[in-house]
């Protein structure tokens, strides 16, 4: 149980701590933050923050095992498996909360899964299906759209420009085409395991 390790596991950890804000009723918190036209309760803030900074730990677990021959194959289990996890429990909760369409969040999901089970193969054939340029743009994306959705399109609900939506559309067609990327770059994959 390594440090990059470790920051895994707290990254799986705050998830629950991440839901407990963003659907759990706060009678008791203070009012609604207030800016002009903008709200925000003081429970979706901090479930926001706390999606931020497990999404930032992302990079963080993967740099250090990296830089410091700490690879593990228990951080290769947890790694993605943490990311997933991540994404689709805020996107759910997104949905039930009215702020997200369900097909985005289901398009989104099964792809994670779908490459998920992809890179499962391809160990068992004793390969490794790198990160590609378009996954590291599609887990962009969706960390920006959805931290967007989580504080009600804060800054842009200023000047009424819905980028919480354009962004959400963009990360879910992103997505697709990376799915789609990964699959056809590795379809010798498929081939070997056809029945």
């Known amino acids: 149980m390594n440090l990059p390790n470790r920051i895994t596991l707290a990254r799986i950890c705050l998830i629950p701590i991440m839901m407990f804000f963003l659907l759990g009723n706060f009678d008791f918190y203070p009012e609604p933050i207030h800016w002009g036209s903008f709200q925000l309760s003081v429970n979706h803030l901090f479930a926001a923050v706390i999606f931020l900074l497990a999404a930032s730990t992302d990079g963080i677990d993967g740099y250090i095992a990296r830089k410091y021959n700490m690879v593990t194959n228990l951080g290769k289990l947890l790694d993605p498996l943490a990311d997933k996890l991540l994404v689709s429990a805020v996107l759910i909760s997104l949905v039930e909360m009215g702020r997200c369409d369900s097909w985005i969040a289901v398009v989104i999901i099964s792809r994670e899964f779908a490459v998920t089970g992809l890179r499962q193969v391809a160990l068992l054939e004793g390969k490794v299906v790198a990160a590609s340029k378009w996954g590291k743009i599609k ?50 994959l498929l081939q070997l395991h056809k029945a």
């Not at 989580?150 to 819905?162: A, H, T």
């Open 139 to 188: 887990t962009v994306i969706q960390i920006v759209a959805i931290s967007l959705l989580l504080l009600n399109n804060f800054p842009f609900q200023f000047v009424q420009i819905p980028v919480d939506d354009i962004a959400i559309w963009a990360a879910a067609l992103i997505t697709i085409y990376s799915g789609v990327d990964y699959f056809v770059k590795n379809k010798d």
